[in-house]
């Protein structure tokens, strides 16, 4: 037997994003970040936020997703979101980059997983819409 395919549901309102900065294509990340979330009424209902290769305590960050629960999409809110971010990691220079520009990246790209995910959610269902 051979599996051929695997359909999911789309949960309405939901959307998600990875955005990863790499040296070359199919490098490790210098640094990365992972949104999901659900929207409700315009507002962020559930949103789990997590970084990579910016130190071993960011997987899962808590601090981030206490303050996207319940708010509104903002400019203003993933800025917030992206310094929490940013504050929350603790990465360490080597070959792939300093301490300072990966805790840079941590929050420009928990910003931009944040728009996308937003805007991926906000999509009507049964969209095949792709986004560049």
């Not at 997590?50 to 808590?62: F, Q, W």
């Not at 917030?80 to 840079?104: F, I, L, N, Q, W």
Request: charged share 25%; with cysteine.
């Amino acid at each position: 037997e051979m599996l051929t395919e695997v359909r999911l549901p789309v949960l309405p309102g939901a959307g998600s994003a990875y955005e990863k900065v790499e040296r070359k294509a199919g490098d490790w990340a210098v640094a990365a970040a992972g949104v999901a979330l659900t929207l409700r009424e315009g507002r962020i209902a559930e949103a789990g936020v997590g970084l990579a290769a910016v130190g071993a305590g960011a997987l899962n960050l808590h601090a981030v997703q206490t303050l996207l629960n319940g708010s509104e999409p903002s400019e203003a809110l993933y800025e917030e979101a992206g310094r929490v971010a940013s504050d929350s990691c603790s990465p360490v220079t080597d070959g792939r980059g300093s301490a300072e520009y990966k805790r840079h990246l941590a929050g420009e790209l928990t910003r931009r997983a944040l728009r996308r995910a937003v805007a991926r959610a906000g999509r009507p269902i049964g969209s095949t819409a792709r986004e560049a």
